[in-house]
């Protein structure tokens, strides 16, 4: 079977598991309020809902591995997806909410004031120092380790507040993703699980940073300060494929190819003027290069662990 009898099987399959989500979205479109009956009727599509999830992620991972093009679909998905499921949680949550001890009586005032204090809440929060992020898939593992150790898993600081920050430290596309979630302690969790399931993916993250390295800018002239932030841009990237476990201890050839095309002519040939032999040199070779023609810089910064 060829590549375009495999994507038109795959994209049938795809159009089955959106046709049944489909379904389920007009179901829950035409209801405004849950009883106890439709509560459980909500319950079952939401556990079908996620695996219709799984389903999706599964053909659509398939179909971008054929045609890299077909990407877009993915994004309408999930923005439907999670759009639903909040949705589902929005109906579901006055059902689950604990209910007033009789002893206490009902004042509209005081109740109207509690819900807006716990959705809405005005008070100003402490100024933290958080990370941002844009939606750029290599700042993504920075900007979780910071945001999970310093507000996500500290019990101290509410739902509602949790979201709030969250909201504050996202600009770009990741804005846009949770953007429709208004600030309330339920929507914090989805909103969290909104951002985890879009960009907490390992893929995309290596092939991120891999392209980073390819795309460094060529030098045009004999210029340090350019060819140190090339060498520094080189460095923070197959750092962090380190930490995504790729086996960068050996990339040394690959790396030194794509490092030196960046060279200008003629700090190519002092390159290549100071290597001698027929094997591929390797970092440590390049912590002993010396350009004179730029000052006699000597490429330290290269000397990093890389394994």
């Not at 819900?115 to 100003?124: D, G, I, L, M």
């Not at 004179?292 to 330290?300: D, K, M, Q, V």
Request: net charge neutral; charged share 25%.
């Amino acid at each position: 079977m060829t590549s375009a009898q495999d994507i038109s099987v795959l994209k049938k399959h795809r159009a089955i598991v959106k046709g049944a989500c489909t379904r389920i979205h007009t179901y829950i479109d035409a209801i405004s309020f849950a009883t106890p009956a439709i509560a459980a009727q909500l319950e079952k599509r939401r556990i079908k809902l996620d695996e219709y999830w799984s389903q999706y992620n599964a053909i659509q991972a398939e179909i971008e591995l054929l045609d890299e093009n077909e990407g877009n679909d993915r994004i309408g998905f999930e923005e439907a997806y999670y759009s639903l499921c909040a949705k589902i949680r929005e109906l579901l949550n006055p059902l689950s909410a604990p209910r007033a001890q009789p002893t206490q009586p009902y004042s509209p005032s005081t109740s109207s004031a509690f819900n807006r204090s716990e959705n809405h809440c005005s008070v100003r929060l402490p100024k933290l120092n958080l990370p941002t992020f844009s939606g750029k898939y290599d700042e993504w593992f920075p900007f979780y380790d910071s945001f999970n150790s310093i507000i996500h898993s500290n019990a101290s600081i509410s739902d509602v507040q949790k979201l709030q920050y969250l909201k504050s430290t996202l600009t770009g596309d990741a804005s846009g993703v949770i953007s429709a979630l208004e600030i309330s302690a339920a929507n914090y969790q989805i909103a969290w699980d909104i951002l985890k399931e879009r960009y907490d993916n390992r893929r995309m993250i290596v092939h991120t940073h891999i392209k980073a390295i390819l795309d460094l800018p060529s030098l045009t002239k004999e210029d340090s300060t350019e060819l140190r932030r090339i060498a520094d841009g080189a460095i923070r990237h197959v750092q962090a494929l380190k930490a995504l476990k790729c086996p960068t201890a050996h990339w040394d050839d690959l790396l030194v190819y794509i490092l030196t095309s960046k060279f200008d002519p003629r700090t190519l040939r002092e390159w290549q003027s100071s290597v001698t032999g027929t094997e591929t040199p390797t970092f440590k070779q390049f912590k002993l290069l010396k350009l004179p023609h730029l000052n006699n810089l000597t490429i330290l910064f290269l000397n990093i662990v890389w394994c």
